[in-house]
């Protein structure tokens, strides 16, 4: 399982990525295994305000419909357009090219309610058992 240093991760399995008071978001490597091929996703356009845990979109795969949450609250800047085409971005390449939203953050204080990569390992290891 890819789980890359650099990044913060949520309860829920999102990925951020601080990138110049924004963060760059998408479901992990674990969340995209567990869904399996993903079909469809829908996420919610440019200016939609965000808190910390709204659902800023959905993913539908071959096993089920889920919500993706924010990790962080904020405006979204950008929603990714290549998954509109090409969804399966997702399950090839989940922390590159199937990234989901851009938010502009408005309070970098919340970034201390996520886990490092160290973290999310020990939590997906209570989770397995």
């Not at 951020?16 to 924004?22: D, L, R």
């Not at 949450?69 to 997702?90: C, F, K, Q, R, W």
């Amino acid at each position: 399982m890819n789980i890359p240093d650099g990044l913060y991760y949520t309860i829920d399995h999102e990925w951020a990525k601080i990138e110049n008071g924004k963060v760059r978001m998408g479901i992990t490597d674990y969340a995209q295994h567990e869904l399996g091929d993903i079909v469809f996703v829908d996420l919610k356009s440019k200016g939609t305000k965000v808190d910390k845990g709204d659902s800023v979109g959905t993913i539908e795969s071959v096993k089920a419909v889920s919500e993706v949450y924010a990790p962080l609250t904020g405006s979204i800047t950008e929603a990714n357009p290549d998954l509109e085409t090409s969804p399966e971005l997702v399950n090839q390449d989940c922390y590159g090219k199937g990234w989901m939203v851009i938010i502009a953050v408005t309070s970098t204080e919340e970034i201390s309610g996520l886990m490092d990569a160290a973290a999310y390992k020990e939590y997906l290891a209570k989770e397995a058992k």
